[in-house]
């Protein structure tokens, strides 16, 4: 079971997307609405993944991201922006992928999990 942290700054949007995501299999372990939060809930409850919003009101999430990761968390990135429009920012970052808010999905975020752990799939 993936145990997992949301941090977006949309009170409405961590509601939907915690329902979503338990309803499809995924242990939501916490929520958070600012990188304070969100760096205090992962030493709490060690998430296997944090999906993190790239833009989360006054603070980047492509920060938080780089804090995370120095933390032993792996990160998706998530918004509302299209993929293309961070790309090299996104490529640049240690998250280990990027999934559009419109297509998140407990099978969307395993897949992810599961490329890190066996590599990209073969072309």
Sequence with gaps: MVRC????????????????????????????ANGAEALRGAEWVRPDVALVDLDLGGESGLELTERLHRRS???????????QDYRDLINASPAIGFLPKASLSGRAITDLLDARVTGPPEK
Excluded: N
Aim: no cysteine; proline share 5%; net charge negative.
């Design 73 to 83: 968390v792996p990160t998706i990135l998530i918004s509302t922006h299209a993929e």
């Design 5 to 32: 942290l949301i941090v977006d700054d949309s009170p409405a949007f961590l509601v939907a997307a915690s329902g979503l995501l338990r309803h499809q299999g995924i242990t939501v372990v916490g929520l958070a």
